[in-house]
């Protein structure tokens, strides 16, 4: 099977250097030259467009910063559905609106060729290691045509169901985490507050009922001062928005939703766009005037888990 990988930012670039480690023949296509380069040096193709890389490959694979981002390369001159053609698989793996990647699955559809949304979760130093969770949605006889793909760049790989399940579940998974990093911004602060030894708290939440994955990650990098999660301010606005707008559009009012958008708006507003996620927590920190250091904690997060295949679960 000869793939194509079209964006090569924090997440794809990652995802995608699993596929040459694993030894599949991939083509990349991404407007910073620098990257495609280093992918050229590890033995990838490069393509000069969308449509180049579709037309020579069977799976076109995009991991986009944005929906805008994603429509512009699926229908812009010379993008990808201009070089579709029957029984080609189209795998979205942004995060991105279910509106959305069911519009450009009709669209795909209509040039003979098959979509699928297969967002990922997990994070980065996950993803880097080939052991983050993919969640795929669209037809199961597409879904296992591209298995070994999946396994190659996830460690656990579920089936949601039609096409849209999955990146309705990946936005519902953003927003669940982004209420934990909320959370533990005040958690912290309690904490301090308490003289806590923030090493033993660390300790105590990982193993109690209010552990969570955000906990077990994020907190390591709060704690160590550096807020580097590998993820920004203004993607976790884009996917908390994507939550947001879902349960306006089924007409589901929600109480807390809201209150997590403002939040990090405001964090935004403080620290900047490109600001670390997990610089929400400061907020805290600057309003009461402490903060949440202590030893022992990384700069940035590791996957020590060991690389193996993948597999559905």
Known sequence: MKIGFIGLGNVGGKLAESLIRNKFNLTV???????????????????????????????????????????????????????????KIWLEMSTTDETEVKRLGKIVKYKGAIPLDGPVSGGCHRAATGNIAIFVGGERSAFEKISPALTAMGKKILHTGELGSATVLKVITNYLASTHLVALGEAWTVAKKSNLDLIKTYKGIAISSGNSFVHETESQVILNGSYNINFTMDLVLKDTGLFND?????????????????????????????????????????????????????SELEDNEPEEKGYEI
Not at 36 to 47: I, M
Not at 71 to 85: F, H, T
Not at 248 to 276: M, T
């Open 29 to 87: 296509r991404d407007l910073d030259n620098k990257l495609t380069n280093q992918f050229l040096k590890k033995g990838a193709s490069v393509a000069k467009t969308p449509k180049e890389l579709t037309k020579n490959v069977d799976l076109i694979i995009t991991c986009l910063p944005s929906p805008k981002i994603c429509g512009e390369v699926m229908e812009g001159e010379n993008g990808v559905i201009s070089g579709l053609s029957k029984d």
């Open 246 to 298: 879902l349960a306006k559009k089924l007409n589901a009012p929600l109480e807390v939703s809201p209150l997590i958008v403002k939040i990090f708006k405001d964090g935004q507003k403080k620290y900047g766009s490109r600001a670390w996620s997990s610089m929400v927590v400061k907020r805290m920190e600057d309003l009461n005037k402490i903060d949440f250091r202590a030893k022992g904690f990384p």
